[in-house]
């Protein structure tokens, strides 16, 4: 991918990396959503039996487990995987299937409020 910039990178391998994890969990394109501005986030709506479920990551926290509560509230989250940044799909689906049945994930995360672009392009780039 010569010649592209890092946030073309990230914009690419995200929306790649989202679509392994959506294909992994059994999520359809349609209940997926990425950006990538001053922060890339995700989102995949999850199905299961209760309130709402969405499994979110940002580059700053990576991947967590909220309930939506109400849509101009920010959602509730219940679970955060923890390391690393970037897990390989079948972890995300395992993270999902823990909490799902009821386990707990780890501690909240934080990767540091300075992001390193170049960085999370070379995480994101095995997707490419």
């Avoid at 914009?11 to 999520?27: F, K, M, N, P, T």
């Avoid at 995700?42 to 990551?57: F, Q």
């Avoid at 395992?94 to 934080?110: C, S, Y």
Wanted: hydrophobic residues 40%.
């Amino acid at each position: 991918m010569r010649g592209m910039d890092d946030s073309a990178l990230i914009s690419l391998g995200l929306a790649r990396y989202v679509r392994a994890v959506a294909e992994e969990i059994g999520v359809p394109p349609e209940g997926t959503e990425f950006e990538v501005s001053d922060t890339a986030t995700a989102y995949l709506g999850l199905e299961g039996p209760g309130p709402d479920l969405m499994l979110l990551w940002n580059e700053r926290r990576g991947w967590s487990i909220a309930v939506e509560t109400d849509p101009t509230e920010k959602p509730v989250i219940v679970a955060h995987l923890g390391l690393p940044l970037v897990p390989p799909p079948d972890e995300v689906a395992q993270f999902v299937d823990d909490v799902l049945a009821g386990r707990t994930g780890g501690a909240e995360p934080d990767f540091g409020t300075t992001q390193d672009r170049h960085r999370l392009a070379g995480r994101l780039s095995a997707y490419l």
